[in-house]
């Protein structure tokens, strides 16, 4: 018979979790948090001293980490004191490990300060400061991702090109198959496992299919709670990387990672409910479309740009967005149009909502759907009204994002309404960040530098 602290440690966990562990015993627990990246960060213990904490530490300054492990110079005095945070498990994120040798559980954790006060700066504080605005006008938004990714040949050389990989007929997959069973079916071991880790993890996914580009699948997850739906892909990022990784490929969420192949965004699709009537606010009694809709897409058009450095957070990011391509680089909106950059599709009247179609699958979930609800948000507080809809195609219409990432933080650095919903000490952190990656990456000399400058200027 296990300890009590064990037993009741075990009874907090979700209900699928419980059932797929059934009379097995957790081995090992990772105590996880976020980072501004994405990140998993955090420490690795026997299920037995998990048991018996009610909470532990880790410096804060994980999260002034860029993406090459950099810490980032915040000119505060007591930045470098690596004061500590605590950390708080939140049992409703609990889930498996599949692809671990032990049975190993994974847990989210709440971060907050020695005073008990949510740590500022941490994405997923940011996405439940954002909720909570909501919740404050009787307001929930309901959210459902779109991933895109490609597998690809395992690239052990990063001066190397990115390939696809090699299906089951041996042969590379080089051309673009769009919604092809066949296609999936190339890489189906890959698919399977996906699958199964899913299972074993209690996520509910809607549908696989093979996306435009060669190698390049979509997963789409069923709408809910926003901060549940940002823990299931952060969880579904590492799934899908482990399950490439069981059958000798690689996944990527860069967003553009192969020069010739479109790039993998994440669609976000919104809509609110009044959380006293349980109704979609952008629909009204006789199923037409309201005020709070359109000032909803009314506030995308208007902040999205201020938002796009977190949409698109790195130098790579800015590859998906040229004209004519995948990737809308306007901000119109239209019904059943996928050249726009914000799209309404086809439902019926309860089910209307707002997709996204800018964000790209290097972001930061939380981060990306926080920044997506605060355009929204601001729209329907301010009733800010949209442009008129657009028909027909939309890729060629004037470009509405910047071209790159300074120019993107240029506009995030200057809208005070946008400080204020994200938070300042947040907002004033994540520049810094980003801006540091762009510097380290301007120092670096590129192979098309070297083919066109070096004998020719």
């Known amino acids: 018979m296990p300890p009590p602290s064990t037993r009741e440690s075990i009874q907090r966990l979700p209900d699928h979790f419980r059932d797929w562990l059934g009379d097995r015993r957790i ?165 399977d496992d996906i699958y199964e880790f899913a299972e074993a993890q209690g996520f509910e996914l809607d549908t696989i299919i093979q996306e435009g580009g060669a190698g390049q699948v979509e997963i789409n997850f069923l709408h809910g709670d926003p901060v549940a739906l940002a823990d299931q892909v952060f969880f579904f990022k590492r799934t899908i990387r482990e399950a490439a990784l069981r059958n000798n490929c690689f996944a990527t969420f860069m967003a553009k990672p192969m020069q010739h192949e479109p790039g993998s965004a994440m669609h976000i699709h919104h809509s609110v409910v009044d959380m006293r009537s349980g109704t979609n606010v952008f629909t009204a009694e006789d199923g037409s479309a309201t005020e709070h809709f359109r000032a909803f897409i009314g506030g995308m058009q208007r902040h999205m740009p201020t938002v796009v450095c977190m949409f698109a957070p790195y130098v790579n990011s800015y590859r998906r967005f040229v004209p004519g391509g995948a990737a809308p680089i306007n901000l119109e909106w239209g019904p059943d149009n996928r050249t726009t950059g914000i799209r309404v599709p086809i439902s019926g009247p309860a089910a209307r909502r707002v997709e996204n179609r800018v964000v790209g699958m290097d972001c930061n979930p939380y981060l990306a759907l926080a920044a997506s609800l605060a355009c929204g948000y601001l729209g329907m507080k301010n009733a800010i009204m949209p442009r008129e809809a657009v028909a027909g195609e939309a890729y060629h219409r004037p470009r509405a994002l910047p071209r790159d990432l300074l120019s993107a933080l240029d506009l995030f650095e200057n809208c005070p309404e946008i400080t204020e919903v994200l938070g300042a000490d947040f907002c004033t952190l994540y520049k810094a960040i980003k801006r540091d990656e762009v510097e380290t990456f301007l120092q670096v000399i590129s192979p098309w530098e070297r083919d066109h400058l070096l004998l020719n200027v």
């Open 27 to 191: 081995e090992e627990v990772e105590c996880i948090v976020p980072d501004i990246a994405g990140i998993s960060r955090g420490k690795a213990m026997p299920f037995s001293k998990f048991a018996r904490e009610d909470r532990m530490f880790l410096p804060t300054s994980i999260f002034h980490q860029t993406i090459a492990g950099d810490y980032v110079e915040m000119h505060d005095a007591f930045q470098w004191t690596e004061s500590d945070m605590v950390l708080k498990p939140d049992y409703s994120t609990g889930t498996a490990a599949p692809w671990a040798d032990d049975i190993t559980l994974q847990v989210i954790h709440n971060v907050e300060n020695l005073a008990g006060e949510p740590v500022k700066v941490s994405p997923r504080n940011v996405l439940k400061r954002v909720v909570a605005l909501y919740a404050a006008e009787g307001w929930a938004p309901v959210v459902a991702p779109e991933m895109e990714f490609y597998l690809i040949k395992p690239n052990l050389n990063p001066n190397e090109p990115i390939e696809p990989p090699l299906g089951r007929t041996g042969r590379q997959m080089v051309s673009r198959q769009a919604y092809s069973m066949s296609a999936v079916d190339e890489y189906g071991k890959v698919i």
